[in-house]
């Protein structure tokens, strides 16, 4: 690596967070320098041909809920820098008979579609959905100190204390209602129920509601390369097939930002950090993992109910109980034979993924941490359950199992996705308790990643705090920079 003159800061990863952090920096007019280990920048936003010429996968994130949402974003003025598409219908889950629940941006078609249970949902999802904007800054901030919208997080917590224990189908008469909803609990990976997966969920659903569940045309690796125009066009620099082993082999520089799992960070900064944060860091713990398929296709998923078109995003796996009892064996270290399978067709909305009549298709499915478990097989099938025929349209298809997935990318331990399990005590300790917790107690280090606060998620607030952390404490910058587009 380059000893040359010293910078203001160095950016470890380039990632969501670690991006976000740089191009915050930068603008605030520091001398910044990105080191990534792989070919190209986006860690988990990278979209690359993996199974045939001209099919463009997704390698993690491929819907993106929160790109309207995060604060930083917003900021960033995401919107007018990729071209987006915003499906009709959120989310979708089928259930058996050919019967699906489907969640469209509107939520009045969403209850007239639920029958009897409409009014249910409407007064479940409703207040969170015309709130949306402020469940985005409750969930997206460290949950230390007295909210901006204590009411707004009073109802948060309240509706995930009814949907996150066993009692979760009270206000329900059918099934589709609380499949449609456990789909989305489901991100986060937990045993269900749980009252941290329905809080996410919930914030997922009240998403859907309030601006959808958008695709970026060109993948998510187009969201990357948006930030690295900015980094770039405020002097930035992003040094990629690099991996940084030691601090001592970067540059001199005031700060360095990780946007690294909290343990690598710590590793890194061993010399520097005090003996009870490495002990805290040991004590963080990581989640369960996913086994990713991909598939290119030849025509597109031939859904026994055709109103699943309508959507990107699909969670497969039967009803409510079906989903939670697979999810519970899994973090008790199982493999059932009736996952639960999170799916995304983008190429229904983006045509430049693949070639003309071709699909790709997205799916992962939870797997105990780090299992080397390869579930190709278990994915079709349930696949085939509410799309009889998909089998037939496999041109190719790969698939990362969970111990792959941390070789392709260290922050994800054991195939943790989420880069340290966010249940509701790491929801809180992330990866300390602290108003503060980007702010690393050593002399100008700090962590972006998602092991830090508000955790998982394509957002970038993770790096935009932690650089107004750096910007205050190593610069005296109190007054953040314009993060808008620039006429």
């Not at 699906?100 to 249910?120: C, M, Q, S, W």
């Not at 002399?443 to 955790?455: D, I, N, Q, T, V």
């Not at 394509?458 to 952390?469: I, K, M, Q």
């Amino acid at each position: 690596m380059p000893s040359d003159s010293s910078l203001d800061a160095v950016v470890i990863g380039s990632g969501p967070n670690g991006l976000s952090a740089a191009v915050t920096l930068a603008r605030a007019g520091l001398s910044v320098r990105v080191y990534e280990r792989n070919a190209t920048a986006g860690g988990g936003m990278r979209t690359e041909e993996i199974t045939l010429p001209g099919f463009r996968h997704d390698i993690c994130s491929a819907v993106h809920p929160l790109a309207f949402a995060s604060g930083f974003f917003r900021r960033f003025g995401l919107e007018k820098r990729v071209r987006f598409v915003t499906p009709t219908a959120s989310y979708a889950h089928p259930l058996d008979g050919g019967r699906a629940a489907v969640a469209y941006r509107d939520i009045e078609r969403t209850a007239d579609a639920l029958g009897p249970d409409g009014a249910a949902w409407r007064a479940l999802i409703g207040p969170l959905a015309r709130h949306a904007d402020e469940v985005a800054q409750f969930t997206g901030s460290a949950i230390v100190g007295l909210p901006r919208h204590p009411l707004v997080a009073a109802r948060l917590g309240v509706t995930a204390l009814l949907q996150g224990g066993p009692w979760w189908n009270l206000p329900f008469r059918t099934e589709e209602p609380g499949a449609l909803l456990t789909g989305a609990f489901a991100h986060t990976t937990l045993a269900l129920p749980s009252v941290a997966g329905a809080a996410a969920g919930l914030t997922l659903a009240a998403y859907g509601h309030a601006r959808g569940w958008p695709v970026p045309i060109g993948g998510s690796q187009s969201i990357a390369d948006a930030l690295v125009a900015d980094l770039e066009a405020h002097g930035g620099e992003l040094v990629t097939g690099t991996e940084v082993t030691s601090l001592g082999d970067l540059p001199e520089s005031r700060i360095v930002v990780f946007d690294t799992h909290v343990r690598a960070a710590a590793r890194l900064g061993e010399d520097r950090l005090a003996p009870s944060y490495q002990r805290s860091v040991s004590r963080f713990r990581s989640g369960n993992g996913v086994c990713k398929v991909d598939f290119a296709l030849a025509g597109p998923v031939p859904w026994a109910n055709p109103e699943l078109n309508e959507t990107a995003t699909v969670h497969v796996g039967g009803t409510r109980a079906a989903v939670a009892r697979s999810e519970r064996e899994v973090a008790r270290g199982a493999i059932g034979d009736d996952p639960y399978v999170l799916v995304s067709q983008p190429s229904l909305f983006d045509d430049s993924r693949a070639p003309a009549g071709k699909h790709v298709l997205w799916a992962y499915t939870h797997v105990p941490h780090g299992s080397a478990a390869d579930r190709t097989e278990a994915v079709i099938r349930q696949l085939e359950r509410f799309a009889p025929g998909f089998r037939d349209l496999i041109l190719a298809s790969t698939s990362r199992t969970a111990d792959q997935m941390e070789l392709y990318n260290p922050n994800y331990l054991g195939g943790d996705i989420s880069t340290g399990m966010p249940d509701l005590r790491q929801l809180i300790v992330r990866p300390v308790l602290s108003p503060d917790p980007w702010r690393m107690p050593g002399r100008g280090l700090y962590l972006a990643s998602a092991s830090a606060a508000p955790g998982p998620g394509v957002h970038g607030l993770g790096g935009y705090y932690a650089a107004r952390s750096a910007l205050r404490h190593e610069f005296g910058v109190t007054r953040m920079p314009s993060l808008a587009p620039e006429e």
